[in-house]
Nanobody, 125 residues
Framework: QVQLVESGGGLVQPGGSLRLSCAAS????????MGWYRQAPGKERELVAS???????NYADSAKGRFTISRDNAKNTVYLQMNSLKPEDTAVYYC???????????????????WGQGTHVTVSS
């Protein structure tokens, strides 16, 4: 009853920028943490950035100074602005959300550990 749908991936040249979006659909009351992970070919999935409903954002060292995570709680959407992209940023980027309170139609429920389907980001000249 809750889904995460990403958009904004694609092919970009080194030094370029992309903005990823992830919208959570459903009759959502609140979302605790939202974030982005990525998985490069042959590597494990890793955290890129996360943002709680209140509090400070968290970035991987590789993202600090280049990426900015933000969210629009009214739209249940999280964004990842990626600047100064490098070939090593090439990966599938996954949206993540944890502890979502939502209405099922008959009662409220809380779900944990939601993932989007992934969006490809390729940085290449």
């Amino acid at each position: 009853q809750v889904q995460l749908v990403e958009s904004g991936g694609g092919l970009v040249q080194p030094g370029g920028s992309l903005r990823l979006s992830c919208a959570a659909s459903g009759r959502i009351s609140s979302i605790n943490v939202m974030g982005w992970y990525r998985q490069a070919p042959g590597k494990e999935r890793e955290l890129v950035a996360s943002i709680p409903s209140a509090g400070t954002t968290n970035y991987a060292d590789s993202a600090k100074g280049r990426f900015t995570i933000s969210r629009d709680n009214a739209k249940n959407t999280v964004y990842l602005q990626m600047n100064s992209l490098k070939p090593e940023d090439t990966a599938v980027y996954y949206c993540y959300a944890d502890r979502i309170a939502y209405y099922t139609g008959s009662h409220f429920a809380i779900g944990y550990d939601y993932w989007g389907q992934g969006t490809h980001v390729t940085v290449s000249s």
